[in-house]
């Protein structure tokens, strides 16, 4: 059977179309298979400072900029999701949403993830306008204000300890009285005086009207609510990769994150893995579109391979 495309990218975000701008460039056959608007959280995103060559630009500017320089030198977008990845031989096989089979000799997986939520009244509302999930991206906009930081792992004491750079203090409430973060985290935690703990509490509600002003928080052994002034809420209470999609066993991480090498290049032949989906140190614009960079060139190679293999043959 042959294959459709030559490469198949599964995500629409930075990664996704900064690969499928480079394998187009190469002169691949290549598709993006996007569930949602091309873009990913960066359409989401207010705006963006962080992004070499804008001081700032809307986050869904910035998408469409990409979406449509990757479709300037062919790259076919399809709005579809994907449901399987498997091997047959030498071809790729993407089963998607709607039922259909693409194959292709290698596949780009750029499916990202999403950060765990709280769920709580105010936190859709205002995610953009004070709620972030990303201390590195939005921490600057918050300057001399007070910081909420929402969890008690590693990532929230980290970042918490990071914003207090920005902010005039960084409240950081835990559900529970002591932090699950390592102890030379926390060492440096408690020694920082623009930090402070609300322990055995949980945020209820986010409040404000177009930027956040305050969240409402419970004492979960006493019951006693109270109300705690903001300016911004950072959540971090975990991050979930969209790794599950491949059927073949792959190397991970312990929190799901694909390992790869440093071309990018998955533990299964002819897949590859870019942006927050693999395993790396922080989650940003840059990270996946250097990852995606990588990720397309070392496919094209991969599949110049098979292709010298099938001469070789013939």
Not at 60 to 80: D, I
Not at 241 to 254: Q, T, W
Not at 276 to 299: F, M, P, S, W
């Amino acid at each position: 059977m042959s294959v459709d495309y030559d490469i198949i990218i599964i995500g629409g975000g930075p990664g996704g179309l900064t690969a499928g701008l480079y394998a187009a460039r190469a002169n691949m056959r290549a598709i993006l298979l996007e569930k949602a608007l091309p873009g990913g959280q960066i359409a989401n995103t207010h705006e963006v400072e962080d992004y070499p060559g804008f001081e700032h630009i809307g986050g869904p500017e910035l998408a469409s900029r990409m979406e449509n320089h990757a479709r300037k030198f062919g790259l076919e977008v399809v709005t579809t999701g994907a449901e399987e990845v498997w091997c047959e031989g030498d071809e790729r096989v993407v089963r998607t949403s709607d039922g259909k089979e693409l194959r292709a000799y290698a596949i780009i997986l750029a499916t990202g993830g999403s950060p765990n939520l709280l769920h709580v009244p105010g936190e859709n509302e205002l995610s953009g306008l004070g709620v972030s999930y990303c201390a590195i991206c939005d921490g600057a906009f918050f300057k001399d204000q007070i910081i909420v930081v929402v969890g008690g792992g590693d990532a929230a004491v980290e970042e918490g300890i990071f914003l207090t750079r920005f902010g005039s203090r960084v409240i950081i409430i835990h559900r529970r009285d002591e932090l699950r973060a390592a102890k030379i985290i926390q060492k440096r935690a408690f020694a920082n005086p623009k930090i402070e703990f609300v322990w055995d509490s949980v945020v209820e509600k986010i409040n404000g009207d177009q930027k956040v002003t305050s969240v409402s928080v419970k004492n979960v052994k006493t019951g006693q609510k109270s109300l705690i002034e903001c300016g911004a809420v950072f959540i971090f209470i975990g991050f979930k990769p969209n790794s599950d999609l491949v059927r073949e066993e792959m190397e991970k991480d312990a929190g799901g994150y694909i390992i790869t090498n440093e071309r990018m290049e998955t533990s299964v032949p002819g897949i590859y893995a870019c942006g927050d989906v693999r395993h790396q140190l922080v989650k940003q614009i840059t990270n996946a579109v250097g990852d995606a960079t990588t990720a397309a060139v070392a496919a094209e190679k991969y599949i110049e391979a098979i292709h010298d293999k099938e001469l070789i043959n013939q």
